[in-house]
Each structure stands twice: as C-alpha cells, then as structure tokens.
C-alpha cells in the first residue's frame, strides 16, 4: 500500500487519471442502480449490493493488516453508517422508483452545499461573500429542478422521490461534519470499512421489514449490476479514492466529484433514453457553479 502511495505521489497523471476513471464508474453506476429495479425491491438491490462492499473491503483491510478500531470508535461508526450508507442509499434508491437516474445524481451530489452550511454551525467555519454566493446559486439550481417539475405539471410521485433524493444528500453531508467531529483520528479506509459494515446492517433491517417475500430475479443482468456496484463502484473506487485524497487536497477532490452528476446525466441520456429537459439542465448548471463557487473559496489563501 505505501508502494501505490509513492506511485500517485510521484505520477499526478496516473491521480488524475484514476480520479476520471471513478468518476465515470460512478456516474455509470447511477443507470445499473436504476435498472436493476426490474429486478428486486430497491431495499433488497441496496443489501446485496453493500453486503458484497462490505465484504471486500473487510478482505481489503484484512490484506492490509489493519486492526480493528478502538472500541471508543465503534458508537461513531455506528452512527456515520446509519446516515451515510443506511438512510442515504434506502432513500436514494426508492426515490429512482420514481425520478429519472440523471436527475437522482444531480440532486445527490448537492450534498457539498449542505455540508458547507452544517459546517458553519457544528465545525464553526466561516461563511465567506464567495461562499455565500456559491450556496444561493446552488439552491437557485435545486429550486428550478424542483419548481420546474411543478410547473410543467409533474406527478407527485416524481416530487417526492426528488424530496427523498434531497434528504439523502442532507444525511450525507451531516455524516460528514459528524466524521470530522468524531472520526477524523482513523484511518480513511478503516472508517469506510466499518460505516459500511454497520450501514449495511442497517439496510438489511430495513428489507427485512418492508421487502420481505418480495420477488427476486436473479440473472446475468442482476448478478452484473450486484457485482459492478458492490465490488467495483463501493468497495474498490472508494478505497482507491481513500489513497487519492491523501494526495490531493480536498477542495480539488470535491470539485473532481462534480463529475459524477454529469457521467450520470450523459449515461442515462444513451442508456436509459432519459430526455434532459431545460428545467434540469439548468438547474443542474447551477448547482455546480455554486458548489465551485463555494468550495474554492473554502481554501482562498488569506493576505497577510
């Protein structure tokens, strides 16, 4: 592991070429997520897939001869899991039962703006004109996606999937702040691992509940997006972009992310024959500028 650090150290075309290769897994990702519906419950797909996660990762970490964390940890860990794998991927993907997959990624990926404003209350970060600025236009951009919708007349169904989307990002960035409160002393890695490991159990709960006798189909289509998002999209793109974010500093990292929306939007436009219409274009347009706006000036040198 130390060996791979030292190669991205000394070679920043291979970071940036890993940092575009997940991206595009990801933004993939969103349609496999969408598809797999004809297939299994969204609880069901979510246990599966995150079961597989956890287990390649706990061999990851396994491989790596890492320890198990102190046992001050394991309450917070319990805690980022429930809010960053449990509440935002069962909202997630029983909100694609309804909103298109573009749409979905563009709406999750709002989340920098609401750690941005949870950071200013629970880390005591100050809020620049910039940064301000930034946040006004990103929900200006989630605003036009949503009142859009109402103004052409969109079912409630697809209204309240979009709002599920939103709390899922809002978990999102909470599970961060509470990361840098609670759990920013651990290994990346480690903290992946485990909130997975205890999300995952949180999923599985769920589906027990609310899917339970539900039809499962299980083919080479479903085994494939099972496999893809679990092994490939959770597991291993995060424990690559772990090592990357010891390298890059995280204004560069967030902004990269904002890929993903964009990957998504282009995938589900080919794959999925989703239509982009005006309101979501530009609302999505909007969200990134804010995001960039804001998050840039998060690392503004200060003069002297």
């Known amino acids: 592991m ?5 190669i991205l150290q000394k070679n920043k075309s291979i970071v940036w070429l890993l940092i575009l290769i997940i991206t595009i897994l990801w933004g993939y990702a969103w349609v496999l997520m969408k598809e797999v519906l004809t297939y299994m419950g969204p609880f069901t797909f979510s246990s599966f897939r995150f ?5 390649t990762l706990l061999l990851i970490v396994s491989i790596s001869k890492m320890k198990l964390p102190p046992k001050n940890y394991w309450k917070h860990l319990v805690i980022v899991g429930i809010l960053q794998t449990s509440i935002v991927f069962l909202l997630v993907m029983y909100g694609l039962r309804f909103v298109d997959a573009g749409k979905s990624s563009v709406l999750l990926y709002s989340m920098p703006m609401w750690s941005s404003i949870l950071a200013v209350k629970f880390l005591g970060e100050k809020i620049t004109p910039a940064k301000f600025t930034g946040l006004l236009i990103g929900m200006l951009g989630l605003l036009t996606i949503l009142g859009w919708d109402v103004w052409i007349g969109q079912s409630v169904d697809v209204i309240f999937g979009e709002l599920l989307i939103i709390i899922a990002a809002v978990s999102w960035g909470v599970s961060n702040v509470y990361y840098r409160i609670k759990l920013q002393g651990l290994p990346k890695l480690q903290v992946n691992t485990y909130q997975m490991l205890f999300g995952t159990i949180g999923i599985i709960i769920a589906t027990l509940f609310m899917e339970w006798g539900q039809p499962i189909e299980f083919n080479v289509h479903s085994i494939y997006y099972i496999l893809f998002t679990g092994v490939l999209a959770s597991a291993l793109c995060f424990t690559v972009w772990f090592f990357i974010l010891s390298i890059i500093d995280m204004v560069t990292a967030t902004l990269s992310t904002l890929l993903v929306p964009i990957f998504g ?40």
């Open 2 to 6: 130390p060996n791979f650090i030292a």
């Open 51 to 55: 079961g597989v996660g956890s287990i």
């Open 265 to 304: 939007l282009v995938f589900s436009s080919f794959l999925l024959d989703e239509k982009m219409s005006v309101g979501v274009v530009t609302g999505s347009g909007l969200i990134i500028v804010g995001i960039i706006i804001a998050q840039i000036s998060k690392k503004k040198p200060r003069s002297s």
